[in-house]
């Protein structure tokens, strides 16, 4: 029996090159697929995962119905098992219950990717209506990780150098590279939970522990160790919010 099933996480988590896997497996055992993705940063019409894989794709625009699209190619003849759906977020909610009715009606897999929550935290619209109706959400093994070491849970949106909760839903970037020197004028961070909280990306950090002003604070608090991080931070006592700002 088909399924929709939801693969989540953050950003830089693995997702996109999961999606050309799950492509790449089942057209190896001669199910035929269709790949669509929305807005990926390398261009319309490709999916790319930063493993340097790419394939192309079909782009989702609003107007878009999977519903109608899926009947008349199956109409006209196609053969079509499985959808593989990345940037699933960008989806209208009325589009994935388009996908949820393929399953159902037509037998048809779906399986979509994107991440959870945007830059303030919030649900995607996509994502919100995957997680109303999939048959399974999957959390990615490969955890993203903050820059203290632990599992990222939240994607930091980084405007200028300055880490912003306001502005609009939907705009397309990159996370940086570590170490990297460019920096874009719009660029994203995986952080904990508790990071996010405190506005403390790994500039604002890197920053903290090399300003004199810090000094009579537990500077040990303030370092920027590379992760995996000390296995005693999660015991640290917690950074005053006034210092992350
Ligand atoms: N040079 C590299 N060597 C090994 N793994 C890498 C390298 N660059 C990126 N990755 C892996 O690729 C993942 C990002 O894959 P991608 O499919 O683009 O993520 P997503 O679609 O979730 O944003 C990273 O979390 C990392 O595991
Ligand atoms: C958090 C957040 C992200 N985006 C954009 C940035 C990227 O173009 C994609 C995510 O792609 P990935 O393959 O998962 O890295 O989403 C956005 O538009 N708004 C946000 O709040």
């Given at each position: 029996m088909a399924e929709l099933v939801f693969f989540s996480g953050t950003m830089d988590c693995g997702k996109s090159t999961l999606a050309l896997q799950m492509d790449h497996n089942h057209?190896?055992?001669?199910?035929?697929g269709l790949i669509y993705t929305k807005l990926d940063r390398a261009g319309a019409?490709?999916?790319?995962?930063?493993?340097?894989?790419?394939?192309?794709?079909?782009?989702v625009g609003d107007d878009l119905d999977f519903w109608e699209s899926t009947v008349s190619r199956a109409t006209a003849g196609a053969r079509i098992d499985y959808l593989?759906?990345?940037?699933?977020?960008?989806?209208?909610?009325?589009?994935?219950?388009?996908?949820?009715?393929?399953?159902?009606?037509?037998?048809?897999?779906?399986?979509?990717?994107?991440?959870?929550?945007?830059?303030?935290?919030?649900?995607?619209p996509g994502s919100k209506r995957l997680i109303e109706l999939a048959d399974r959400?999957?959390?990615?093994?490969?955890?993203?990780?903050c820059w203290c070491g632990r599992r990222a849970t939240t994607n930091a949106r980084v405007v200028?150098?300055?880490?912003?909760?306001?502005?609009?839903?939907?705009?397309?970037?990159?996370?940086?590279?570590?170490?990297?020197?460019?920096?874009?004028?719009?660029?994203?961070?995986?952080?904990?939970?508790?990071?996010?909280?405190?506005?403390?990306?790994?500039?604002?950090?890197?920053?903290?522990?090399?300003?004199?002003?810090?000094?009579p604070f537990d500077l040990d608090v303030c370092a920027?160790?590379?992760?995996?991080?000390?296995p005693s931070e999660s015991t640290r006592p917690p950074l005053p919010i006034t210092q992350a700002d």
């Open positions: 057209a190896a055992r001669g199910r035929v019409n490709v999916l790319s995962s930063r493993l340097g894989l790419s394939r192309g794709s079909l782009e593989v759906c990345d940037e699933a977020q960008f989806y209208t909610a009325a589009q994935v219950d388009q996908l949820a009715r393929v399953v159902d009606e037509m037998d048809v897999d779906v399986f979509a990717f994107g991440i959870t929550t945007d830059f303030r935290t919030e649900l995607f959400v999957s959390v990615l093994q490969v955890e993203a990780l200028d150098g300055q880490m912003v909760v306001e502005g609009e839903q939907v705009v397309v970037g990159d996370t940086a590279p570590a170490g990297s020197e460019v920096v874009p004028e719009v660029e994203y961070e995986v952080l904990c939970r508790r990071h996010y909280m405190r506005r403390m990306t790994s500039h604002a950090a890197r920053a903290a522990s090399i300003s004199p002003e810090v000094l920027v160790p590379s992760p995996p991080a000390h």
